[in-house]
């Protein structure tokens, strides 16, 4: 399983939480919902998922149930590299 969680942590914190207190991002703190992630973030992490674990998203895996925390998030990530 690749170590998903932490990476991405990083990358939100540095592209859309500069200055925030790391603790404070979770891995079940809701980042669409919360409004971390707009549609524009959104995208964003969408391309930095595939270019960073070499996977590729469809219009479908993009949303609050797969994108919605670092939990679902992994989920996907390792999903997706499992069916390669």
């Not at 690749?2 to 540095?14: F, G, Q, S």
């Amino acid at each position: 399983m690749a170590d998903v969680v932490p990476a991405v942590k990083d990358y939100i914190l540095r592209s859309f939480l500069q200055g925030e207190d790391p603790e404070n991002l979770t891995r079940t703190t809701e980042l669409i919902r919360s409004g971390i992630l707009d549609s524009l973030a959104t995208l964003e992490l969408v391309s930095f998922l595939e270019e960073s674990f070499g996977i590729q998203l469809e219009a479908h895996d993009v949303g609050p149930a797969n994108l919605g925390t670092l939990d679902s998030i992994d989920r996907l990530v390792n999903a997706k590299l499992a069916g390669q």
